[in-house]
């Protein structure tokens, strides 16, 4: 298959391993992996098929480099792409996507935080364009839009817009120009500092909305071209 084939959707799983509180509970695997095949076995004999497939003994850079790593490759093409983390409280979407950048170290970098550095590094690898970058930081809690890089005594619930052509609109969004990954990071920080968190049973700590961070990237040659990137937590 051509590497610039464009697919819509490619769905991959990743199984956490057993967190500290299971184990006391006697909690077992049910999951198995098939070898070389992006299959995984529930039970005794139910099988799933996806893209990819990941074991709690993958790491975090097997997960991009795999799955990720090529998007980024395509947005200097002038391709829109989108990473949705998908699944149940403490089932580990913030840990892979990397929202939780300040509790890590670099082995345990997620996704947002690699594809912003990768991002920056294809930028200097292109000298014969300009770029502007800029970020958007936002959740989604109880039915209200929150602007994660708005300070919290400015901040007021956004409404969506729909614009001339039908596509959605948030005005009052901030959107902040970076110009180096570590500003990037600044902003990844700032906005996973005031997310809106509870204790659940399987995590103290646990993100109680839906976040999503959108890094929009200018790129300027003969003609301008414009495209951006989600990801959704």
């Known amino acids: 298959m051509s590497e610039d084939k464009v697919i819509p959707v490619r769905v991959a799983i990743r199984c956490r391993p057993l967190i500290t509180k299971e184990l006391n509970e006697g909690c077992q695997k049910c999951v ?29 850079l097997e997960v991009y480099d795999s799955a990720v790593k090529h998007l980024v490759k395509h947005i200097f093409k002038g391709y829109n792409a989108t990473v949705l983390a998908y699944g149940q409280t403490g089932s580990g979407k913030t840990y892979t996507m990397g929202g939780c950048y300040d509790m890590v170290g670099e082995i345990e970098k997620g996704v947002i935080p690699r594809v912003m550095q990768e991002l920056f590094n294809g930028m ?27 300070p919290m005594s400015k901040r007021e619930p956004l409404a969506i817009r729909e614009d001339a052509t039908g596509g959605i609109r948030l005005p009052g969004l901030r959107e902040k120009t970076v110009t180096s990954y ?52």
């Not at 095949?37 to 893209?51: A, C, H, I, K, M």
């Not at 690898?125 to 929150?146: A, G, H, Q």
């Not at 968190?197 to 071209?225: C, L, P, Q, Y």
């Open 124 to 150: 200097e690898d292109r000298p014969e364009y300009s770029f502007t970058v800029k970020v958007s930081y936002l959740e989604i809690y109880n039915e209200d839009i929150n602007d994660l890089l708005c």
């Open 32 to 60: 198995r992996f098939i070898d070389n095949e992006p299959q995984l076995v529930l039970g005794s004999n139910r099988s799933f098929t996806y893209d990819y497939v990941y074991s709690p003994d993958h790491s975090q």
């Open 182 to 233: 570590e500003e990037t990071l600044t902003c990844l920080s700032m906005g996973g500092q005031v997310r809106t968190t509870g204790a659940t049973a399987m995590n103290n700590t646990s993100s109680r909305s839906h976040a999503i961070f959108t890094i929009h990237v200018e790129m300027k040659k003969k003609d301008d071209e414009y495209v951006q990137f989600k990801f959704k937590d």
